[in-house]
């Protein structure tokens, strides 16, 4: 498994923990920021997978 990919996922593990926030504690600002940090690291593996 590629470094790439395993930024991927952490990026979609830390989307799901947003809505986990989200949904169970009632906190907007941490489920928008977790969101926000998934997605820049998702974004992060994409841009290292479409490299090479």
């Known amino acids: 498994?590629?470094?790439?990919?395993i930024l991927q996922i952490i990026g979609i593990i830390f989307a799901l923990d947003?809505?986990?926030?989200?949904i169970a504690k009632d906190s907007m600002?941490?489920?928008?920021?977790l969101l926000f940090v998934g997605g820049v690291i998702f974004y992060v593996g994409r841009m290292i997978e479409k490299r090479k």
């Open 29 to 33: 600002k941490i489920e928008v920021l």
């Open 18 to 22: 947003a809505l986990y926030f989200g």
């Open 1 to 5: 498994m590629s470094f790439a990919r």
